[in-house]
């Protein structure tokens, strides 16, 4: 966590209320699904726009009121229905699954957090909706977390994409520091990516941390669910810091000692997310 594939959804989560699993999985499986079309196999580009132009096709239907679906849509229809799910956010997901295909770079920090916009924060207003808190306040900070989520994926999987030919470091930021796009992971670059890297994190952590409030507002489930993914990202802030910003060498991923830290974290979060704040 956070990690590729929408594995923030909590699918498999003790802490998911039963009611809402099958409305869970099946957001998850057409997220997932749309994701791979963009991003996984061998298919060109052209492919990729006609497949996910044939889900946009298939959004369309469920909101006509069709009733004739392949099974995963007819899932999600059911969502769509028994929730009066806007299918909005799903319109969004596609858009930034298409952004994948034809974008590998972003100029400003604000395109980033544009695209973040629509391939994370949809994810965290569709669960705000299911457990009816979707609230302006909540949303904002869900917002919040959900691009400070997909930012720390993008710091921990630098040498990942970069194998992709992507980068997802702004390039405005990248000339700041006067690195070369195509100098990323020369040694050369080491002490400047260092201090470019330091100046991502703590971006990402602020984020984080303006929006972690809501982890405590949402109560049981919920809430603690939201809270373990919050010390989740900032555990992997706090591993790429400890590998002095060297994403190349050592991707920071969680162990299983990570995550007791995280369950106590999150049980005391209160009290750590006041000291953090103050600390920010």
């Not at 999985?25 to 052209?46: H, N, Q, T, V």
């Not at 507002?217 to 060297?246: S, T």
């Not at 009290?271 to 920010?280: D, E, G, I, N, S």
């Amino acid at each position: 966590m956070p990690v590729d594939h929408y594995e923030n959804f909590p699918v498999a989560s003790i802490l998911l209320p039963k009611r809402l699993r099958p409305a869970v999985e099946a957001i998850y499986a057409f997220a997932r699904s749309a994701d791979d079309l963009a991003d996984e196999g061998d298919a060109g580009p052209e492919e990729r726009l006609a497949a996910l132009n044939a889900y946009e096709a298939a959004l369309a239907r469920i909101e006509q009121g069709a009733t004739d679906h392949q099974p995963m849509f007819e899932r999600l229809a059911q969502v769509v229905r028994e929730y009066q799910m806007p299918l909005k956010p799903l319109y969004e997901l596609l858009s930034a699954f298409k952004q994948d295909v034809v974008v590998s770079r972003y100029q400003t920090f604000d395109a980033l957090l544009d695209y973040c916009a629509r391939s994370a924060n949809p994810v965290g207003f569709m669960m705000l909706h299911l457990y009816g808190a979707a609230d302006e306040q909540n949303v904002r900070d869900s917002d919040a977390i959900c691009t400070a989520l997909q930012l720390i994926n993008f710091l921990q999987d630098v040498a990942i994409d970069l194998h992709k030919e992507r980068i997802y470091i702004p390039l405005e930021d990248l000339n700041r520091y006067a690195i070369s796009p195509a100098a990323l992971d020369h040694a050369s670059a080491r002490p400047r990516w260092r201090s470019l890297m330091r100046f991502e994190v703590d971006r990402a952590r602020k984020l984080m941390l303006s929006g972690a409030p809501l982890a405590l507002r949402l109560p049981g489930r919920i809430g603690f669910e939201l809270r373990m993914v919050v010390q989740g990202g900032l555990r992997i802030l706090d591993a790429i810091e400890a590998a002095e910003y060297d994403v190349f060498l050592h991707r920071p991923k969680l162990s299983k000692r990570d995550w007791l830290g995280i369950f106590w974290s999150a049980v005391r979060m209160k009290k750590h997310l006041r000291t953090a704040l103050r600390a920010a």
